[in-house]
C-alpha cells in the first residue's frame, strides 16, 4: 500500500496550494482518510479529515475557513485545498489513511494520528512572508 503525495511547493503570504494524495494498493472508499502537517523542531499534527463517504469533514482551528479537504473514491485519493497561506503553515503536509471502516456515512472522521496506518512520503509547503 502507497499513499503518494503531491503539490507542494513555495508560494508567497496569501496565496494558495492544492496537495493531492493518491492510493495504491488498496482502496480506502470505506475509510478515513486525512492531512497531518510537521514544522521543523516540532511534532506532527493534525490539520484536516474527511470520513469515507466524504459528508463529514473536520479541520485544526487554525486553519479553519482557509483550508478544504476532499476526496475522489472512484480515484483512491485525497485533496487538500489551501487557501490564505501564512508563514506559519510552513511544514511538510503527509497524507493519511485509516485501514479500518468505522461506520455511519455522517460520522466525524478521526483527528488523531495513531487512528491512521497508513501514511505517504510528506510534500513540503514553504509560505514566504
Known amino acids: 500500500v502507497q499513499l503518494q503525495a503531491s503539490g507542494g511547493g513555495l508560494v508567497q503570504t496569501g496565496g494558495s496550494l492544492r496537495l493531492s494524495c493518491a492510493a495504491s494498493?488498496?482502496?480506502?472508499?470505506?475509510?478515513?482518510m486525512g492531512w497531518f502537517r510537521q514544522a521543523p523542531g516540532k511534532e506532527r499534527e493534525f490539520v484536516a479529515a474527511?470520513?469515507?463517504?466524504?459528508?463529514?469533514?473536520y479541520y485544526a482551528d487554525s486553519v479553519k475557513g482557509r483550508f478544504t479537504i476532499s476526496r475522489d473514491n472512484a480515484k483512491n485519493t485525497v485533496d487538500l485545498q489551501m487557501n490564505s497561506l501564512k508563514p506559519e503553515d510552513t511544514a511538510v503536509y503527509y497524507c493519511a489513511a485509516d485501514s479500518r471502516y468505522r461506520g455511519g456515512s455522517d460520522r466525524i472522521p478521526g483527528r488523531i494520528r495513531n487512528e491512521y496506518d497508513y501514511w505517504g512520503q510528506g510534500t513540503q509547503v514553504t509560505v514566504s512572508s
Open positions: 494498493g488498496r482502496t480506502f472508499n470505506r475509510n478515513d
Open positions: 474527511i470520513n469515507w463517504s466524504g459528508i463529514s469533514t
